[in-house]
């Protein structure tokens, strides 16, 4: 066991989260983790089913005396967002989380920690092994991408399951009951653009760094900076300014992060040095000012850099920055009806030049169909009018919320028995699971929560140690009481 996680509690959950860490589980790439949840099923006698999408299902027995209680599904999905740090020595597809004690807080060096969903997927797997707890007929799902779209969740089958309550352990907000998501689509603008010879004799990489980044769901109000947007605006007054010809583009990661850097590489003059870094001076003290204390790390930085072969025709350079400037990314619409809740967003997420054409990544969420449709036609007329063929793909549904319902209820009363007082009751404006599977099992009732987990999709992601045994203590009484 990893140092960090030396003596914590509940044991179970820890042993099963240093394991899951040592595993990579990039989206896409889960088989490891699958065959270690598999591995678990076997050893411990259980039966386990893995779907045509390599989803795992496996089915525990009830404890005696608990036959006739309801059945119960606990689910958690196997991936985990993939971010480092630039200049953290470090490979997704082959080396285990280096794990890092903080106080009360465990978090990665220089990574995403995987807590989201891997403490979950632990707690899963320690419900699978305990003999203690008094539970009833239990199905357990772990799923595949559920980070770059759902896809696990979009491809399980309907007919499969029995279980009338859903209890998804993907939370990341201690002491509340999350009875409804946001769905979501991803919008893709592609341009061919002219690429030539460099009238330039030398180059410089401008990069954008330090912003938080997050979650493009539960952070999207919190005011951070977007590395993308704010690359564009340098660059807007880079060409504006100076003769200045673009040669590489590159920010973000992952359709469902906030970009937290972004860079591009320009061809210009050595006698246009000074007035360069002139510019980007100027506009990082314009942006911090703008971003204020929501995100006061920014950084805009200049180096010089390989002079590349090829560069845009200046036409395309123009259209194509102005368009990364100007596109939208945060809240378009607050809720009328939840206080405080984000109703319509999309996130400028990813950006990339690659032979001559220029891909923009961007993501829509809404718990209104029709809103979160509107918003796609939105960045995609904005995009259209710049030159780039669109497309919407990775369409998902919401979970509308049931707060009546028998589960809550049950939840709840078991809320106000270990800590004197309800659940608060969340509506998340992200994409869960709930939603896509429970929407070929009708009339099953969902509900979401989990320990403390902050800054999910970014380097700065971190769980509350003294979060996850409450969680598990609540979990474990939630069985034995439905």
């Not at 707690?123 to 707890?133: H, N, P, Q, R």
């Not at 939105?378 to 710049?386: E, I, M, S, W, Y």
Request: glycine share 10%.
């Amino acid at each position: 066991m990893q140092q960090a996680l030396q003596g914590l509690e509940p044991k179970s959950i820890w042993n099963h989260f240093d394991r899951i860490a040592a595993i990579p589980r990039a989206s896409t790439k889960e088989a490891a983790i699958r065959q270690y949840v598999l591995g678990e099923a076997a050893r411990l006698g259980l039966k386990a089913t893995e779907d045509a999408a390599g989803n795992v299902v496996v089915s525990k027995p009830a404890c005696p005396g608990r036959e006739s209680a309801t059945p119960a599904l606990l689910q958690g999905h196997l991936d985990m967002v993939c971010e480092k740090n630039e200049g953290t020595a470090f490979n997704f597809d082959t080396d285990g989380i280096r794990i890092v004690r903080d106080g009360d807080w465990l978090k990665a060096d220089g990574t995403t920690l995987g807590s989201d969903n891997g403490v979950g997927v632990a707690a899963g797997l320690a419900v699978m092994e305990s003999t203690a707890i008094k539970h009833g007929p239990l199905e357990f799902v772990f799923t595949i991408d559920e980070e770059t779209g759902l896809t696990g969740a979009s491809e399980f089958p309907g007919g499969v399951l029995k279980s009338k309550f859903f209890l998804n352990l993907d939370g990341e907000e201690k002491g509340t009951l999350c009875i409804g998501c946001a769905g979501g689509v991803v919008t893709k603008a592609r341009r061919r653009v002219q690429m030539q010879a460099p009238a330039a004799k030398a180059a410089w990489r401008i990069k954008v760094s330090g912003l938080r980044g997050g979650h493009s769901g539960v952070d999207i109000h919190l005011g951070r900076g977007n590395a993308i947007r704010i690359l564009g605006a340098t660059l807007q007054a880079a060409i504006g300014e100076l003769p200045a010809e673009l040669a590489d583009l590159k920010g973000g990661s992952a359709q469902n992060a906030i970009p937290r850097e972004a860079f591009a590489v320009i061809a210009l003059d050595q006698s246009s040095e000074v007035q360069l870094r002139q510019v980007v001076s100027r506009c990082e003290i314009e942006q911090r000012l703008d971003l204020g204390a929501f995100d006061p790390e920014l950084a805009i930085t200049v180096e010089k850099a390989e002079l590349p072969a090829q560069v845009m025709a200046e036409r395309d350079a123009r259209g194509v920055v102005d368009l990364i400037a100007s596109l939208h990314h945060g809240v378009l619409a607050m809720s009328p009806d939840v206080p405080g809740l984000v109703q319509n967003s999309t996130n400028l997420a990813t950006l990339t030049l690659s032979d001559g054409l220029v891909e923009i990544v961007t993501s829509q969420r809404s718990a209104i169909e029709s809103s979160k449709l509107l918003a796609a036609s939105l960045v995609a007329t904005a995009c259209r009018l710049a030159g780039f063929e669109t497309e919407h793909v990775g369409s998902y549904p919401g979970w509308k919320p049931e707060p009546g319902s028998e589960i809550v209820r049950k939840l709840q009363e078991v809320n106000q028995k270990l800590y004197g007082e309800p659940a608060k009751l969340v509506i998340m404006h992200a994409g869960l699971e709930c939603g896509v599977i429970g929407e070929k099992y009708p009339g099953m009732q969902m509900v979401s929560f989990g320990p403390q987990i902050e800054n999910p999709h970014s380097p700065n992601e971190r769980v509350q140690i003294s979060s996850v045994e409450p969680f598990w203590n609540y979990l474990c009484a939630v069985l034995e009481a439905i």
